[in-house]
């Protein structure tokens, strides 16, 4: 297997963890020279490696690449159109601007010879508000999650559970991901909660720091602080309850395991705020808007959950529906037919 680095870009984040539209915009003309630089690069690749099939983990670029090398191409994604932040959606172009960009984007991801929508299929489409007013019958395929599938034995578990002193206590997991600039209200709301909770349930908190340490440090009640957790996927599946974000990918990994969640959606951005509201909706947990989070607030939320049980058991009943799906197998099977 060869790997190559090929240009990217990101968008712009404020310092209180919001995405910045008006960065955004005045960096637009610059992000349109990096999408060309990955054209070309992309371009170029396919062009030496000469595959029988080009995948693209949500780039439009490899998808237009491959199209202008004659390579068929595939094309994996959670999130169909992008949609306005909330603040935008008063105005009355909004709306039309969100259509004409749905229907835009929607004319470019139909390049592909087919498009795999990570999530399960309606009405339990948990990225529902990015496809809604789309036309995806002749496009899109719903493949089921693809969060981590790998097997977790009795012996894993029991090694995580050593390693944060589990007590039999129900165990509440802190999982924050995303960009890093995004983290600073979550991380210090998420440490006096977990300082408020640890003297009825054991909690473990990771800030999800790329490189930061495996080895925790003690919160005042014993709570648990890693910058980076290697055991997360274990303390998924032992936990009682997730507190995280609402990444797509997180969401799966959530209802994978059973695990009713309070989720915390980035604020200002329209998709993690989209994929909470349908998981509250669902019933499968809480939404806590990040403007109105608080510990006050979080720690009634994660109480609601621990201690009302018809969030698990309706997590179960999405659960069950979910494996029926299996989004890595279903598309290492696509792939492997265009040998």
């Not at 000469?50 to 690449?65: E, H, Q, W, Y």
């Not at 090694?159 to 983290?183: C, M, Y």
């Not at 408020?196 to 999800?208: A, E, H, P």
């Amino acid at each position: 297997m060869d790997a190559v680095e090929c240009p990217h870009f990101d968008v712009e984040w404020t310092e209180e963890g919001s995405f910045s539209s008006s960065d955004f915009l005045q960096h637009f003309p610059f992000m349109l020279r990096s999408f060309s630089k990955q054209i070309a690069f992309e371009t170029e690749s396919i062009s030496e490696f000469g595959p029988s099939v080009t995948m693209s983990d949500s780039r439009l670029s490899a998808v237009i690449a491959a199209k202008l090398k004659g390579c068929p191409a595939i094309t994996i994604l959670n999130q169909f159109k992008v949609n306005l932040p909330p603040r935008y959606r008063g105005n009355l172009l909004g709306p039309l601007y969100e259509r004409i960009a749905g229907d835009a984007l929607g004319l470019l991801w139909s390049l592909s010879e087919a498009v795999l929508l990570t999530d399960l299929p309606p009405p339990y489409t948990i990225g529902e508000a990015n496809v809604a007013g789309t036309d995806l019958s002749n496009i899109v395929r719903y493949i089921g999650f693809t969060s981590p599938n790998e097997s977790i034995d009795e012996d894993r578990l029991r090694k995580a559970k050593e390693a944060i002193g589990f007590d039999g206590r129900p165990l509440v997991f802190f999982q924050i991901s995303g960009p890093d600039a995004t983290k600073k209200v979550f991380i210090d709301t998420a440490i006096k909660t977990a300082i408020n909770l640890s003297d009825k349930y054991k909690v473990v908190v990771s800030f999800g720091y790329l490189g930061g340490s495996w080895n925790p440090t003690k919160l005042t009640g014993g709570g648990l602080l890693y910058e980076w957790c290697p055991i997360k996927d274990e303390l998924f599946l032992i936990s009682n309850v997730v507190v995280s974000r609402s990444g797509h990918r997180t969401i799966g990994q959530c209802i994978d395991a059973g695990k009713p969640a309070v989720l915390v959606p980035i604020h200002n951005h329209s998709e993690q705020l989209g994929n909470a509201d349908k998981f509250q909706k669902l019933g499968l947990g809480i939404s806590i808007p990040q403007g109105r989070l608080n510990s006050e607030r979080l720690s009634e939320s994660v109480e609601v959950l621990i201690q009302d049980k018809t969030y698990v058991e309706r997590v179960a009943g999405i659960q069950c529906i979910s494996k029926r799906y299996n989004g890595i197998e279903k598309c290492t099977e696509i792939i492997r037919s265009y040998k």
